[in-house]
């Protein structure tokens, strides 16, 4: 059933989107096309005994992500990404998404070049490890992972120009996608479930108020900066209590009309990288439900060791410090936390690389620990493993709730 949907996407959105622009509205020719994506096969395990009824230890999984690219003979193309997770273990993490689906434009413009892409697309800012607060175009697909901020596909109108003196970008996005929350039976969530049936909005078009934001970015040798505005409805909800229908307690969804100013910078000072996220955010709420206006950062930089000892191999030093003006009535875990990493990378035949790191709440004792490897094993087929230890988790860190949520998972990985 999920690749008679992906397939019926597929002509949907190529005759959509792609067919109307051709010269004397005749069909495109299409001179080039491509498939590829990938299949996991996931499995993910929790050491500790669950906190609520329900829950399991253990899951497994399947993520299905192909990619489908269509080109014209005047350069002009389409992009398809869909996906779908069956989930074992909690049938709210099971979902579709239409990750990107878009048609891309392109020309002159006296010394500059513009792109035009017109769909559902996913937009990347940022520099950071540990956090990306200046990435806001794109809703978060929580079920996907608690701290990765995977992102949800989000229907946009995309203008870029570009030249010698930078890149300028504008966005128009024309639907507000909700945020994904794990359901009754799904380990890392809150302990009443989130009810997105009754999600609710400040603004009185609801999801369908149009949100717009704009950046622009330089590099200026060894320097490069971004600067960025966005005015429309907030990505980040803040969990109103109310019964759901059944009448069994639960939150409910409210996203109010915000603006953020951001700055992003990186400076390249030979092996040494240092990096900056920055926002100003008006007319959100606080953990209590007040209206705060407020200022966020994260701040740090990595050291690489190129050769170590001679072989083949790299090391990577990384240091970050995420800081929230609003400190303990933050809506996120980074109000004062430091972030200590190391990257190793084997550069051998199957792209070995370990990422080891912790989080540490500067205020508590409250630490997430990280380890990932990733291995190619073959052309087609890879592994990733990733284990997440919650450790010395108080009250007061919002961890607090997924406290018993460690969890080992598992990932092999066919790329086709």
């Given at each position: 059933?999920?690749?008679r949907?992906?397939f019926?996407?597929?002509?949907?959105?190529?005759?959509?989107?792609?067919?109307?622009?051709?010269?004397?509205?005749?069909p495109a020719e299409?001179?080039?096309?491509?498939?590829?994506?990938?299949?996991s096969?996931e499995?993910?395990w929790?050491?500790?005994?669950a906190?609520?009824?329900?829950?399991?230890?253990?899951?497994?999984g399947?993520v299905?992500?192909?990619?489908?690219y269509?080109?014209?003979?005047?350069g002009r193309?389409f992009n398809?990404a869909p996906f779908y997770?069956h989930?074992?273990g909690?049938?709210d993490?099971t979902?579709?998404d239409?990750r990107?689906?878009?048609l891309?434009?392109?020309?002159?413009?006296?010394n500059?070049?513009?792109e035009l892409?017109?769909g559902?697309?996913?937009?990347f800012w940022g520099v950071?490890?540990?956090r990306h607060?200046?990435n806001?175009?794109?809703?978060?697909?929580?079920?996907?992972h608690?701290?990765?901020e995977?992102?949800?596909g989000q229907?946009m109108?995309?203008l870029?120009?570009s030249?010698?003196?930078?890149?300028?970008e504008?966005f128009?996005?024309t639907y507000?996608r909700?945020r994904?929350?794990?359901g009754?039976?799904?380990?890392?969530?809150?302990?009443?479930?989130?009810?997105n049936?009754?999600v609710?909005?400040?603004?009185d078009?609801?999801?369908?108020h149009?949100?717009?934001?704009?950046?622009y970015s330089r590099s200026?040798g060894?320097l490069?900066?971004g600067?960025?505005v966005?005015d429309?409805?907030s990505?980040?909800?803040?969990?109103?209590p109310d019964?759901?229908?059944?009448g069994?307690p639960?939150?409910?969804?409210y996203y109010?009309?915000?603006?953020?100013?951001?700055?992003?910078?990186?400076?390249?000072?030979?092996s040494?990288l240092?990096?900056?996220e920055a926002?100003?955010?008006?007319?959100?709420r606080?953990?209590l439900g007040?209206?705060?206006?407020?200022?966020a950062?994260t701040?740090?930089?990595e050291?690489?060791?190129y050769?170590?000892s001679?072989s083949?191999?790299?090391?990577t030093l990384?240091?970050?410090?995420?800081?929230?003006?609003r400190r303990?009535?933050a809506?996120?875990?980074f109000q004062?936390?430091?972030?200590?990493?190391a990257r190793?990378?084997f550069?051998d035949?199957?792209?070995?690389?370990i990422?080891?790191?912790?989080l540490r709440?500067?205020?508590?004792?409250?630490?997430?620990?990280?380890?990932?490897?990733?291995?190619r094993?073959s052309d087609q087929?890879s592994?990733?493993?990733?284990a997440?230890?919650?450790?010395?988790i108080?009250?007061?860190?919002?961890t607090?709730?997924t406290?018993?949520?460690?969890?080992?998972?598992?990932?092999l990985?066919?790329n086709f």
């Amino acid at each position: 059933m999920p690749h008679r949907l992906v397939f019926r996407c597929a002509r949907f959105f190529t005759a959509g989107l792609l067919l109307p622009v051709c010269a004397g509205g005749l069909p495109a020719e299409i001179v080039r096309h491509e498939t590829s994506g990938r299949v996991s096969f996931e499995s993910r395990w929790h050491p500790q005994s669950a906190a609520y009824a329900g829950q399991r230890s253990h899951a497994g999984g399947v993520v299905f992500e192909p990619e489908f690219y269509l080109e014209d003979h005047g350069g002009r193309s389409f992009n398809l990404a869909p996906f779908y997770r069956h989930d074992a273990g909690d049938p709210d993490r099971t979902h579709f998404d239409l990750r990107e689906a878009y048609l891309l434009l392109y020309g002159d413009a006296a010394n500059s070049e513009w792109e035009l892409r017109l769909g559902v697309d996913r937009v990347f800012w940022g520099v950071t490890e540990s956090r990306h607060l200046v990435n806001i175009v794109n809703q978060i697909d929580l079920v996907e992972h608690p701290y990765k901020e995977p992102k949800l596909g989000q229907p946009m109108a995309h203008l870029t120009f570009s030249g010698d003196w930078g890149t300028a970008e504008v966005f128009g996005l024309t639907y507000h996608r909700g945020r994904t929350f794990p359901g009754r039976s799904g380990r890392l969530r809150f302990p009443f479930v989130v009810d997105n049936d009754k999600v609710t909005y400040e603004s009185d078009a609801k999801q369908w108020h149009l949100d717009l934001a704009g950046r622009y970015s330089r590099s200026f040798g060894p320097l490069d900066l971004g600067m960025s505005v966005f005015d429309g409805t907030s990505r980040d909800p803040f969990l109103i209590p109310d019964p759901d229908r059944s009448g069994e307690p639960a939150l409910v969804p409210y996203y109010e009309q915000i603006r953020q100013f951001g700055l992003d910078a990186q400076l390249t000072a030979g092996s040494w990288l240092f990096k900056l996220e920055a926002i100003r955010r008006n007319g959100a709420r606080n953990l209590l439900g007040v209206e705060e206006d407020y200022s966020a950062s994260t701040f740090g930089g990595e050291y690489t060791f190129y050769s170590v000892s001679g072989s083949a191999v790299d090391l990577t030093l990384l240091s970050e410090w995420n800081y929230d003006g609003r400190r303990q009535y933050a809506t996120n875990i980074f109000q004062n936390d430091f972030f200590l990493g190391a990257r190793i990378a084997f550069n051998d035949v199957q792209s070995t690389e370990i990422l080891a790191s912790i989080l540490r709440d500067a205020d508590s004792s409250g630490q997430v620990l990280t380890l990932e490897l990733n291995r190619r094993i073959s052309d087609q087929w890879s592994l990733r493993l990733e284990a997440i230890a919650l450790r010395g988790i108080q009250e007061v860190d919002l961890t607090y709730l997924t406290r018993r949520d460690s969890f080992v998972e598992l990932n092999l990985i066919y790329n086709f």
